[in-house]
């Protein structure tokens, strides 16, 4: 059976779909087949995030009955499996939510599927948690996107979704408001701290995912963790053996 991971937000812009794709590639590197599900219809990103803005089918054309989901699934350069959403705003009357938690509920995917939704409380996301087996929440150390995180996560619990923990996102370590406030506000627990990287940057510009190009950046290695925490493995801290090569390699060791 495959696991619906949602990743959500009530304030736009906090960081849904980095996280998702990164958490998606980490997952996918720690062995777990995954996929990439872009459930934010109105103004998806993902193809546009990975570089791949016009494919041939679209998530859309699922919707729509034209073709099979896994035809619409698409393996990205950098191994990351992916379902994108259509850009195109001709096909934007058609879409429909409700379609897509319908359509998803006897479908296998992958082992896990990573689902990136679009921002807000809108008719548009409400149906998606009832395809989920649980929830992400992501919000940025702010009080807008805290405020709003708490929407989003009281939304889900009277859809009946689990709230699996918060992702603080582009934390800079000296935050206006502290961890510890805002798992009081919110109630749940933070489960990973993501710092703000210049190399999130640098990765959309290569349109790859940050853990694939700049894997040792800041970043990445909390997207590692955050995916060895979810599936119960002990985080490898590779990124020792790579200081440890570039120093004996200074002294001719390699
Ligand atoms: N940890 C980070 N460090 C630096 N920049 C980041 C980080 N996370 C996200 N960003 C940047 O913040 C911007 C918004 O990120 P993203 O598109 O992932 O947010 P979103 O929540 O999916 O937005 P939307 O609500 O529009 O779907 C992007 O320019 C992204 O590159
Ligand atoms: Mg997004």
Redesign the pocket.
């Known amino acids: 059976m495959t696991k619906y991971v949602g990743i959500a937000?009530g304030?736009?812009?906090?960081?849904?779909?980095?996280?998702?794709?990164n958490l998606a590639m980490a997952l996918n590197n720690l062995g777990h087949d995954t996929i990439l599900l872009d459930a934010?219809l109105a103004?998806p990103?993902i193809a546009i995030?990975l570089g791949a803005p016009l494919v041939p089918i679209t998530l859309h054309d699922v919707l729509n009955g034209k073709n099979k989901l896994t035809e619409a699934t698409y393996q990205h350069p950098s191994g990351l499996k992916i379902v994108p959403a259509s850009i195109s705003l001709d096909e934007l009357d058609e879409l429909n939510p409700r379609k897509l938690s319908n359509l998803l509920f006897d479908q296998e995917l992958g082992e896990l599927t990573i689902v990136?939704m679009?921002?807000?409380l809108t008719s548009d996301v409400a149906p998606i948690f009832s395809m989920l087996n649980e929830l992400l929440v992501?919000t940025n150390a702010d009080m807008p996107s805290v405020t709003e995180a708490l929407k989003t996560i009281k939304l889900a619990e009277k859809n009946n979704v689990e709230v699996k923990g918060v992702i603080l996102?582009?934390?800079t370590g000296k935050d206006l408001i502290s961890i510890e406030n805002i798992e009081s506000i919110l109630g749940k627990n933070i489960i990973s701290i993501?710092?703000?990287?210049?190399?999130?940057?640098n990765s959309?510009k290569m349109n790859h995912p940050l853990v694939y190009a700049f894997p040792d950046s800041p970043?990445s290695i909390e997207f590692k963790k955050l995916a060895a925490t979810l599936t119960g493995k002990r985080y490898e801290e590779k990124i020792e053996k790579g200081f440890l090569q570039n120093l004996l390699s200074r002294f001719g060791f390699f």
């Open positions: 937000s304030k736009g812009g906090v960081g849904k779909t980095t996280v998702s794709i934010n103004t990103h995030h990136d679009a921002a807000g992501v996102n582009k934390s993501i710092p703000e990287d210049n190399q999130v940057k959309l970043a």
